[in-house]
């Protein structure tokens, strides 16, 4: 059972490595959310405004002084890797190809109505997590 816990991002540095759509996707929500984001990945899938990008491989090293880590390459290794560094270094991580490996999980975000919500499956169903964030985001934009 995963414990649901907000957190305050504002200028916290987060180091997201992938630029693929979920490495890009949680890039941007974590600059949304506050967070002095650099994204670290030869290649992005579209720019993002507002996001330091570093156009080459993740290295050793590219973690340091950060407050919390995505590791969402398209390659296990170098996932493994982040998760690694993080783990030595005390960061907060998410490795989007294996739960084992996260220190927390990502959630499909739902906003509307000056309230903030999160959904996560317990067993990473990720077709009945969408389906949840549908209902939660269609019901906070009926709030008052």
């Known amino acids: ?7 305050e991002l504002e200028g ?15 890039a941007a929500a974590l ?3 506050g ?11 579209r720019p993002l405004a507002g996001i330091a990008h570093l156009p080459r491989p993740y290295r050793p090293g590219d973690l340091t002084g950060a407050w919390l880590a995505v590791a969402a390459a398209d390659d296990r290794a170098v996932n ?13 991580v998410n490795v989007c190809d294996c739960p084992a490996e996260c220190g927390f999980f990502f959630p499909a975000l739902c906003q509307g109505g ?3 919500a999160g959904a996560v499956s317990v067993d ?9 964030a549908k209902i939660l985001r269609n019901a906070l934009e009926e709030l008052p």
């Open 1 to 7: 059972m995963r414990f649901p816990l907000f957190i």
């Open 12 to 26: 916290q540095r987060a180091v997201v490595i992938g630029g693929g759509t979920v490495g890009t996707r949680r």
């Open 31 to 33: 600059r949304d959310f």
């Open 35 to 45: 967070a002095a984001v650099t994204l670290i990945s030869p290649t992005i899938q």
């Open 80 to 92: 493994h890797a982040v998760y690694e560094e993080a783990t030595a270094l005390g960061i907060l």
């Open 114 to 116: 000056g309230i903030v």
């Open 124 to 132: 990473n169903d990720h077709r009945r997590t969408a389906a949840a």
